[in-house]
């Protein structure tokens, strides 16, 4: 059989100490020689595909990265050893914001910054022993991936999903970039906390809102996804049925469209709001006072919706006025900076008796409130409404339509509207279409060449890829870095062969990550982005993780995409992600780490001083893996006594000259006393406990804590006075415990299994099954109550009837002195748990 070479002494004591520098390095290298975590697909065991989002090559994994890959890491262990083809592979994010603001920084080329950073990551990886199939690896940024980025952005363009238009968009002028609504935090840049600014553009855009229906229902069948992440995409959709009604503007005129979810208060009605962006808000202000004051509120107003709930409402009156599309009468038109031209139509009907928002903004200028809608109770007055009553009621003060329930009078309201051509019943969505434009370098060039003669048009497939040239301006001033390479802007048309210019932004590097799980399925295909089999074999992931803040931005996109290949035949499902889990941060202190806050702790340092498997262990063990983690050095030094515990039971037990070596152990045929049985029961129900934690739900932190509780019992076992090991039964529990660790702990337990005098990687064993007949119990404890206290505990046959429960309770010396002179009336035996005894009071 096959084993590891002898390692360091403990001078003196002839026992070998755990020593992890020496342990990990010899297994990482031998599963990489083995090539032993390649997936092949091959065969007829079912398939498992365990991914975790792939980080950004920053240049040094964070604790973050650690808990996150750790956790797949024992998935994809775990489930290997349950009989799968397991698929964990790993590529690097690579495009991005912080590359090319380090070549501004540092002279340094963002693909030299990018790939040294890589190669630094993927040997932290590796040093950390996750079972990744790095056959499989990719990068984002590599030419071979990003041709099937640009692919990806043809077949949008050539179903319509892909447009170019003029759009107010946010802009960084730091980063000297236009970024999507999700990437703009309290107004302010997700990357670098600047203050964004407000730009009209002409942009490229991916039409995701003509799939917000299916994102939206789908969400639904997506059973093993966290609730609350269906709750967040469910908002950012925000799927609003109601009506649009049509104003006209009295002085102009002009149709004034207004989006409603509550049509049945159009009778409430007392004024209307547009946003500061409507084209009609500079021509109602013109030559007014306000008209300055409209313009900056223009210019300074924040897009995303959340952020308007916590801004003062402030609001400018017009000199104009919208007829009443039912009444006739005019109502006056302000311009507010809580109304966002991206949501519904850049206008709202103010009705302050029934909305929070429109009630807070007419009490601070003196407008009307009119109540339209009666709750039960005392009837409303307008005057003295201290806050606005926005629940079902019954309609009043509402012509024809008095005394209807307010949600029929909805649908009244909606008909009568559409009878007189003055609205109809419609959908919005708070979801915007996607914006990739990006006026930056270290992205995917977008695939469009522009002709003066035939104007826009689509790079052919077999151009592809569109290289980004090495040598450009990363910061030039008023144009994009690709504008300052005139090899890469001149170019020939497609359809006339003259003279072309190519589109100089490029992509949002959440394209890059909206498809990569799909590649990793065939990363070396060249005839495709993916072979198509390959996916249908892969396809879904099984389980996905990551961290929440992705529950918007890239889980959202990536669903995109997937519906979008999966309408035209690529893909098997129109969702990508089977099962989807949220972990937890690492904190200390009590805060997320973080650089800025100075409380960072390097990976690099806890596995060089305690080894990768002590850092995973207290990863796993230290908290559920959905909470934040508090990291604490006494944890890991807890960790790493727990690894040196079971480390001495091997070397103990399986040395040369151990219990295990030899002919001894399969020559004794002792039978098994009470200790052996205990020791077995306690291992067993380890292995229940580990095998129904790790494949019913991520609960690794109590699948250990049964681990340790079984090795406790080992060590109970062991340190019996003047008692004789029996070998079978040790080596039946070690062996059980290290298959059991193998997938928190790998290196240790390769180690162990081969000490054991295995040939084969613990990590291609069969997971072990426990044996129900060694979780029974021969002898259980019976609690003896005597007139409803308990008086003594008694230990009978597990098996023991209800006669033998009675007769041992009432021979006990405790019981028989607490019911000395009185007469039993009643024994009752709860069979396995309670003897109660009452007696005639004394």
């Not at 698929?87 to 693909?111: R, S, T, V």
């Not at 890059?512 to 799980?517: A, E, K, L, Q, T």
């Not at 960072?600 to 080894?611: A, I, L």
């Not at 609960?699 to 019992?713: C, D, K, Q, S, Y």
Request: proline share 7%; with cysteine; hydrophobic share 40%.
């Amino acid at each position: 059989m096959a084993t590891t070479q002898i390692r360091r002494e403990v001078a003196g004591s002839g026992a070998q100490e755990y020593d992890p520098r020496s342990i990990e390095p010899y297994w990482q290298k031998r599963w990489e020689s083995r090539r032993q975590y390649e997936a092949t697909g091959a065969g007829d065991r079912p398939k498992y595909y365990a991914l975790g989002m792939f980080p950004y090559p920053s240049g040094r994994l964070h604790m973050g990265h650690l808990r996150n890959y750790t956790l797949v890491d024992v998935v994809a262990r775990f489930t290997r050893m349950r009989g799968y083809h397991v698929l964990n592979p790993m590529g690097w994010d690579a495009f991005g914001l912080p590359a090319e603001n380090a070549a501004i920084k540092h002279g340094q080329h963002p693909a030299d910054w990018t790939y040294a950073n890589i190669a630094v990551m993927r040997d932290q990886l590796k040093r950390l022993g996750i079972s990744y199939d790095w056959s499989r690896e990719l990068a984002t940024s590599d030419p071979e991936y990003y041709r099937w980025t640009q692919w990806l952005f043809l077949l949008m363009y050539r179903k319509g999903l892909a447009y170019r238009a003029d759009a107010r968009v946010n802009w960084c002028p730091r980063c000297q970039t236009v970024l999507a609504n999700e990437q703009v935090v309290d107004g302010e840049c997700w990357r670098c906390g600047t203050k964004v600014e407000q730009r009209r553009l002409r942009q490229w855009f991916f039409r995701i809102t003509a799939y917000a229906d299916r994102l939206l229902d789908d969400l639904d069948a997506l059973k093993d996804w966290p609730e609350r992440v269906k709750v967040m995409q469910r908002n950012w959709i925000g799927r609003s049925e109601g009506a649009e009604v049509h104003f006209r503007v009295q002085e102009t005129g002009d149709d004034l469209p207004v989006f409603t979810t509550r049509p049945d208060t159009l009778f409430g009605v007392t004024y209307l709001v547009l946003s500061a962006q409507h084209p009609l808000a500079g021509r109602l202000v013109a030559g007014t006072a306000y008209e300055d004051e409209v313009r900056h509120m223009a210019e300074g107003m924040a897009l995303r919706e959340q952020e308007l709930a916590e801004t003062e409402k402030v609001g400018v009156p017009t000199p104009a006025h919208a007829v009443h599309p039912l009444t006739g009468e005019p109502v006056p038109i302000w311009i507010g900076n809580y109304v966002v031209m991206e949501y519904g139509t850049g206008a709202v009907m103010g009705v302050p008796a029934h909305d929070e928002r429109d009630f807070e903004f007419a009490r601070k200028y003196g407008l009307p409130i009119r109540v339209v809608i009666q709750g039960p109770g005392v009837p409303l007055d307008g005057s003295q409404l201290q806050a606005a009553y926005v629940e079902p009621g019954v309609m009043v003060h509402s012509g024809p339509f008095d005394g209807l329930p307010s949600e029929e009078g909805k649908r009244a309201i909606v008909r009568e509207l559409e009878r007189r051509g003055a609205g109809r019943a419609t959908v919005q969505y708070r979801l915007r279409d996607w914006l990739i434009s990006r006026q930056r370098y270290w992205g995917v060039p977008i695939p469009i060449v522009y002709c003066d003669r035939c104007g826009e048009q689509p790079v052919p497939e077999s151009e592809l890829p569109v290289m980004l040239p090495r040598e450009v301006d990363f910061a030039p001033e008023g144009r994009a870095p690709l504008a300052t390479s005139e090899a890469f802007v001149e170019a020939t048309c497609p359809r006339c062969g003259g003279r072309a210019r190519r589109e100089t932004d490029t992509m949002d590097t959440f394209v890059d990550s909206s498809w990569y799980f799909l590649r990793f399925c065939s990363p070396r295909e060249q005839q495709a982005p993916f072979d198509r089999e390959a996916v249908r074999y892969w396809m879904p992931v099984d389980q996905y993780i990551g961290g929440i803040e992705h529950a918007v931005l890239h889980l959202l996109y990536s669903r995109f995409f997937t519906k979008v290949l999966y309408d035209e035949g690529w893909v098997p499902t129109p969702e990508p992600f089977a099962r989807l889990f949220t972990q937890g941060m690492v904190t200390l202190g009590g805060a997320a780490m973080s650089k800025s806050r100075g409380n960072v702790v390097d990976p690099d340092e806890v596995v060089g001083r305690y080894g990768a498997d002590t850092a995973r262990l207290f990863i796993l063990f230290a908290a559920p893996p959905e909470r934040d983690l508090e990291w604490s050095t006494s944890g890991v030094e807890g960790a790493l006594r727990f690894l040196q515990r079971f480390w001495r039971l091997v070397q103990e037990y399986a040395a040369p000259d151990g219990l295990l070596s030899g002919s001894g152990e399969s020559e004794d045929g002792r039978p098994l006393g009470p200790d052996e049985r205990a020791l077995r029961r306690a291992v067993h129900q380890a292995v229940r406990k580990v095998t129904e934690d790790c494949s019913e739900r991520f609960a690794f932190n109590t699948a250990i804590a049964a681990l340790m509780e079984a090795v406790n019992a080992f060590y109970r076992y062991k340190e019996r006075p003047q008692a004789t090991p029996h070998p079978k039964v040790v080596r039946e529990s070690l062996e059980l415990l290290t298959l059991c660790m193998a997938p928190f702990v790998p290196h240790l337990a390769e180690e162990s299994w081969a000490r054991l005098g295995h040939g084969e990687s613990v990590h291609e064993q069969p997971w072990p099954a426990y044996d129900p007949k060694a979780l029974e119990v021969d002898r259980i404890t019976v609690a003896v109550q005597v007139n409803g206290k308990v008086r003594d505990r008694i230990e009978v046959a597990a098996d023991a009837d209800e006669q033998a429960l009675r007769e041992a309770a009432l021979a006990s010396e405790r019981v028989r002195k607490e019911t000395a002179g009185r007469a039993i009336r009643q024994v009752i035996v709860v069979p396995g748990k309670l003897v109660s005894v009452v007696t005639e009071r004394g």
